[in-house]
T-cell receptor, first 111, second 113 residues
Framework: DSGVTQTPKHLITATGQRVTLRCSPRSGDLSVYWYQQSLDQGLQFLIQ???????AKGNILERFSAQQFPDLHSELNLSSLELGDSALYFCASSGFQETQYFGPGTRLLVL | QKEVEQDPGPLSVPEGAIVSLNCTYS??????FMWYRQYSRKGPELLMY????GNKEDGRFTAQVDKSSKYISLFIRDSQPSDSATYLCAMSFRNSGNTPLVFGKGTRLSVIA
């Protein structure tokens, strides 16, 4: 158990809908990262937050947004969902000079 | 050309074999190198974390980095069926606690009893 929690584990929704994925980092970790894993693209970095502030952005679509709250948990919002958004979404957290620890992921299926 | 290349396999070996997994990368600015293991439907789990060129050993696992060739390897000795998983190489430009990771696509390994 990495100490990173993610909810929900599974999500099935329809095209055009909006969903929110939630992540709680390890105790004391200030950095949260979101990654998307699909069969053809592998693990792709989406966005990073550090202590509530956006720190880095990857190939995140404009339909996707995220935030980190004062208690350090983070949410990833996916809107106007398309079939191609079906994937595993992982959250990872880290301390200042530590590597990243991943949560169990949320499996999103868009029908 | 992708930044990190990794043969997807699948790789199938008998129990007890030595397994060699490899990644190549194109950006010489990568400084930190990691190997993650991912079981089916689970999150990636950190196995090895290295900075400099050379070898790092942890139990049955050895990570090797050759920055001059832009090539990293993971060796698994005395492989076990429980090692069957997808192995992901990852790298970062700075200490990975502060920067996103760039991953290879992963190599699927099956160790047959």
């Amino acid at each position: 158990d990495s100490g990173v929690t993610q909810t929900p584990k599974h999500l099935i929704t329809a095209t055009g809908q909006r969903v929110t994925l939630r992540c709680s980092p390890r105790s004391g970790d200030l950095s949260v990262y979101w990654y998307q894993q699909s069969l053809d693209q592998g693990l792709q970095f989406l966005i990073q937050y550090y202590n509530g502030e956006e720190r880095a952005k990857g190939n995140i679509l404009e339909r996707f947004s995220a935030q980190q709250f004062p208690d350090l948990h983070s949410e990833l919002n996916l809107s106007s969902l398309e079939l191609g958004d079906s994937a595993l979404y992982f959250c990872a957290s880290s301390g200042f000079q530590e590597t990243q620890y991943f949560g169990p992921g949320t499996r999103l299926l868009v029908l | 050309q992708k930044e990190v290349e990794q043969d997807p396999g699948p790789l199938s070996v008998p129990e007890g074999a030595i397994v060699s997994l490899n990644c190549t990368y194109s950006n010489s600015a990568f400084q930190y190198f990691m190997w993650y293991r991912q079981y089916s439907r689970k999150g990636p789990e950190l196995l090895m974390y290295t900075y400099s060129s050379g070898n790092k050993e942890d139990g049955r696992f050895t990570a090797q980095v050759d920055k001059s060739s832009k090539y990293i390897s993971l060796f698994i000795r005395d492989s076990q069926p429980s090692d069957s998983a997808t192995y992901l190489c990852a790298m970062s430009f700075r200490n990975s606690g502060n920067t996103p990771l760039v991953f290879g696509k992963g190599t699927r390994l099956s160790v047959i009893a």
